[in-house]
C-alpha cells in the first residue's frame, strides 16, 4: 500500500525491482523501486519512491504458506 492509500498487486517477486551498487565494500541502495504490472492487458513500469511505500503484505510467500523458511 502506499502513503496516498493507492494498492498495487504484485502476484510474482520478480516484478518488483531494487537497484543497488557496491562502492569500496558497502552497499548502496537506490531511493525508488521498480515494479512491473500488468492493466488492461497492457504491461506498465513504475518507478515508486521509498517513501511512499507505506505497507507491504506478503499474500503470495515463497514457501507457499506452509511457514516453512
Do not use: W
Not at 8 to 18: A, F
Not at 23 to 40: A, I, M, T
Amino acid at each position: 500500500m502506499l502513503a496516498n492509500g493507492e494498492r498495487i498487486d504484485v502476484k510474482h517477486r520478480d516484478s518488483v525491482g531494487l537497484s543497488s551498487i557496491e562502492v569500496r565494500g558497502r552497499r548502496f541502495f537506490s531511493s525508488s523501486v521498480q515494479v512491473l504490472e500488468v492493466l488492461d492487458n497492457e504491461l506498465v513500469e513504475r518507478v515508486i519512491s521509498m517513501a511512499m511505500i507505506a505497507q507491504v503484505v506478503d499474500r503470495y510467500p515463497a514457501d507457499g504458506g506452509n511457514g516453512k523458511h
